[in-house]
């Protein structure tokens, strides 16, 4: 059975450093050929009716007291970037939320310790944290969230959910939660800053490693270094990479997790910049990795995870088993303002290494399985392994398609 190897040279800091600068979090000044718009405002047919609706409310509006006029205009901001049609992407966020807002790139975040799925308009937990507030709590995977903080949150996407779970770190997120049929329940849970185990794994049957990972953050590709280095020390010939629930992060950990599984070289995305100009990323420092492997994804597998996933099935080295991913195709860049408010805005449309572009259709397994259920879903427990006969016992049905894929059964 082949190794683990690692070829090509050191990394081009600086030109990842851009990129990263550009995709995923940089600050856009006045010098960005994105700083000046085409149309003024005011050139606009519906300006005008936006001054006089402004107008109409501050004159006449009953409740006079009710009016504010920095919520309504934070307000008309979010609407006119929603319009924009990058859902789930690029978004306005106002300085109250902004200033409470998880930072979650470092490894850590402030929060109660949950991922939620939105995907069915009931938002539902579908991760805990070990040893978080939402832990201590007795919230489990599969619990759906009715209210958070007074707010009724069915229909929101994932990341108006996450919005309204936004308070100061020493008030408490005040939930509604509902598990199967069973009356719902009140819940009140601090908020805290949360140590991020970000890759776990295990094997099955002592032959097939199975890892997941649920963001991009600092370090996320060391640590499936690690997770994959010390598999092929336990024994591993096959490997199930689990993107399920990874909504991406840094372009940075991405372009590192890519290279331990393709060759130097080897296509990673196409970039398409609004003047029209294009940019091939490859992978440097690459890996001659031989395993078999299947990458598995849902509907919440979005952004740097649909790159990797692309560009490692494009490349011939894993098989895609599941769900379409969410179909986030553009890049984003970051700008705060003076007030606090933060805009994330798509600055370069990318597509998959063969020229596909995913951009809110998804990328599409090889093998398509639905898992209608989170809580049916497996996660690797550190330091503990399974078997394929266990696994089978249960009701993920997206792992059983992997472990039959890669074990030859019928």
Do not use: C
């Not at 200033?99 to 938002?123: M, V």
């Not at 908020?191 to 996320?220: C, K, L, P, Q, Y």
């Not at 997770?227 to 372009?251: P, Q, S, T």
């Amino acid at each position: 059975m082949p190794r683990f190897r690692r070829s090509g040279a050191k990394r081009a800091v600086q030109t990842i450093a851009l990129l990263f600068a550009l995709l995923f979090g940089g600050i856009i000044g006045a010098n960005s050929p994105f700083a000046n718009a085409d149309t003024a405002i005011d050139d606009t047919e519906a300006w005008s009716t936006f001054e006089q609706v402004w107008q109409i409310l501050m004159d006449e509006y009953v409740d006079p007291e009710s009016l504010d006029p920095e919520a309504l205009m934070y307000g008309a901001i979010t609407g006119m970037v929603e319009a924009v049609g990058d859902t789930g992407h690029t978004r306005f966020i106002d300085p109250e939320v902004a200033a409470l807002s998880d930072t979650d790139l470092e490894g850590e975040y402030i929060g109660i310790g949950i991922t939620i799925d939105s995907t069915n308009a009931r938002p539902v937990v579908a991760g805990v944290f070990e040893g978080s507030p939402a832990d201590a709590a007795g919230i489990e995977i599969g619990d759906v969230i009715r209210e958070v903080n007074g707010i009724d949150v069915f229909g929101m996407r994932t990341e108006e959910v996450n919005e309204a779970f936004q308070s100061p770190i020493d008030e408490p997120v005040e939930l509604v939660l509902q598990r199967g049929d069973e009356e719902p329940v009140e819940v009140s849970i601090l908020r805290e800053a949360i140590e991020i185990d970000e890759v776990t794994w295990w094997m099955i049957d002592d032959n097939v490693a199975h890892i997941s990972f649920t963001s991009f953050v600092e370090g996320s590709a060391a640590e499936v270094e690690k997770a994959v280095d010390e598999a092929i020390d336990a024994g591993a010939e096959y490997f199930i990479l689990d993107l399920r629930y990874n909504g991406g992060g840094l372009i940075t950990e991405l372009l590192d997790v890519v290279a331990l599984f393709l060759p130097t070289g080897t296509p990673v995305q196409n970039l398409e910049y609004r003047d029209g100009t294009t940019e091939r990323l490859t992978v440097r420092n690459g890996t001659e990795f031989e395993y078999p492997m299947v990458i598995l994804t849902n509907r919440s597998t979005g952004s740097a995870a649909e790159v990797t996933t692309a560009a490692i099935n494009e490349a011939g080295v894993a098989t895609v088993i599941g769900e379409v991913t969410s179909g986030t195709g553009t890049g984003l860049a970051n700008q705060e303002f003076e007030d606090g408010s933060h805009l994330s805005y798509g600055v370069v449309l990318w597509t998959t290494p063969s020229g596909e572009s995913i951009w809110k259709v998804g990328y599409e397994p090889d093998i398509d399985v639905e898992l209608d259920n989170v809580i049916d879903r497996v996660v690797p427990e550190d330091g503990n392994s399974t078997t394929s006969t266990e696994i089978d016992s249960g009701a993920d049905l997206q792992l059983q398609a992997a472990l039959d894929f890669l074990l030859g059964d019928d």
